[in-house]
């Protein structure tokens, strides 16, 4: 189609093989997500409807639903983003309904017939294309994530530590002396290979108490509160927002499920580098000696767990 309807906060390109969702930038009125997001190329074997519907204060909501298991950033969403941060939504001025409807047609004209598998009499060659007509058509989930994973953050600071992720191989949890439970400080900061995990858990920090969890793929016994578990970070008091944990939890999710998996030796690098970071293991001791004064550490695990933060100097 190779044209361009631009909306509010976002603008649609129409190409010949998918949707390209670009946010705008810079203005404070976008949420802080589309501007993380920068862009998105979406291929239509991806989209399983677009629907037209009634917005607020005299707009109407160009809607791309996307497959189930096509994009990491909804997979590790899991439903919990507000409707105005859904990325697959373009607002647009209600006098622009008839033009929206055209491209809505036009769109729907271009997405796979094989998405659905004509559940409750459909046939496949209908119209298969969700709530705008009424159907109820079951929707087939894809194989693997057909959109690519956001590019960053790769790093972000949580209530409790820092997250960082290398972008292929590694994830990264360093704890911080003054959010740390004593249990995360007892098992010290946390390296995981990918390889080892199945899976990731988001929760919102806009959804209570908000934090990200990885899943090892032994399934072994966890804690059952994220603060006292060495495989997850708390959000909590303005850190870990939707824009910077949710597009991490994402880049984390497709690199799990992809296939290559490459160390990356610079981000090794500066992991051995913050490790030998004086001041920083300094704040560790600090901290491991105000547990052991508090009877949360024996004499035991405060000897073992400060002579191996003074190995790392």
């Given at each position: 189609?190779?044209?361009?309807?631009?909306?509010?906060?976002?603008?649609?390109?129409?190409?010949?093989?998918?949707?390209?969702?670009?946010?705008?930038?810079?203005?404070?009125?976008?949420?802080?997500?589309?501007?993380?997001?920068?862009?998105?190329?979406?291929?239509?074997?991806?989209?399983?409807?677009?629907t037209l519907?009634?917005?607020?204060?005299?707009?109407?909501?160009?809607?791309?639903?996307?497959?189930?298991?096509?994009?990491?950033?909804?997979?590790?969403?899991?439903?919990?983003?507000?409707?105005?941060?859904?990325?697959?939504?373009?607002?647009?001025?209600?006098?622009?309904?008839?033009?929206?409807?055209?491209?809505?047609?036009?769109?729907?004209?271009?997405?796979?017939?094989?998405?659905?598998?004509?559940?409750?009499?459909?046939?496949g060659a209908?119209?298969?294309?969700?709530?705008?007509?009424?159907?109820?058509?079951?929707?087939?989930?894809?194989?693997?994530?057909?959109?690519?994973?956001?590019?960053?953050?790769?790093?972000?600071?949580?209530?409790?530590?820092?997250?960082?992720?290398?972008?292929?191989?590694?994830?990264?949890?360093?704890?911080?002396?003054?959010?740390?439970?004593?249990?995360?400080?007892?098992?010290?900061?946390?390296?995981?290979?990918?390889?080892?995990?199945?899976?990731?858990?988001?929760?919102?920090?806009?959804i209570l108490?908000?934090?990200?969890?990885?899943?090892?793929?032994?399934?072994?016994?966890?804690?059952?509160?994220?603060?006292?578990?060495?495989?997850?970070?708390?959000?909590?008091?303005?850190?870990?927002?939707?824009?910077?944990?949710?597009?991490?939890?994402?880049?984390?999710?497709?690199?799990?499920?992809?296939?290559?998996?490459?160390?990356?030796?610079?981000?090794?690098?500066?992991?051995?580098?913050?490790?030998?970071?004086?001041?920083?293991?300094?704040?560790?001791?600090?901290?491991?000696?105000?547990?052991?004064?508090?009877?949360?550490?024996?004499?035991?695990?405060?000897?073992?767990?400060?002579?191996?933060?003074?190995?790392?100097?």
């Amino acid at each position: 189609m190779g044209d361009v309807l631009a909306g509010i906060h976002a603008t649609w390109e129409f190409e010949s093989d998918a949707l390209v969702i670009r946010f705008e930038r810079g203005n404070r009125n976008t949420p802080k997500l589309f501007g993380a997001l920068r862009e998105r190329r979406v291929p239509h074997e991806a989209l399983a409807s677009v629907t037209l519907t009634p917005g607020k204060r005299g707009t109407v909501v160009l809607h791309a639903v996307p497959r189930p298991g096509a994009d990491p950033l909804m997979e590790a969403a899991a439903g919990q983003l507000k409707e105005a941060c859904d990325p697959y939504r373009l607002v647009l001025p209600a006098d622009r309904e008839t033009l929206a409807e055209y491209y809505r047609d036009e769109l729907r004209a271009l997405l796979p017939r094989d998405a659905t598998d004509g559940a409750d009499g459909a046939d496949g060659a209908g119209d298969a294309y969700g709530s705008a007509e009424g159907d109820d058509v079951a929707v087939v989930p894809t194989d693997g994530f057909l959109v690519a994973a956001p590019t960053g953050p790769l790093s972000f600071k949580t209530y409790d530590g820092r997250a960082s992720f290398d972008g292929m191989s590694e994830v990264a949890f360093r704890w911080s002396w003054t959010g740390a439970s004593s249990e995360k400080w007892k098992a010290g900061d946390q390296t995981f290979s990918v390889r080892e995990l199945s899976g990731v858990e988001w929760r919102s920090p806009e959804i209570l108490d908000g934090y990200l969890r990885l899943v090892p793929r032994d399934g072994g016994a966890r804690p059952a509160q994220p603060d006292r578990d060495p495989a997850s970070v708390v959000f909590g008091l303005g850190y870990g927002p939707v824009h910077e944990s949710l597009p991490f939890a994402a880049a984390v999710l497709a690199a799990i499920r992809g296939k290559d998996r490459v160390p990356v030796a610079v981000a090794a690098g500066a992991a051995d580098a913050a490790r030998r970071d004086p001041g920083a293991v300094a704040d560790r001791i600090r901290h491991l000696g105000d547990l052991h004064r508090a009877g949360l550490v024996t004499d035991e695990e405060f000897s073992a767990k400060k002579a191996e933060l003074l190995a790392e100097l």
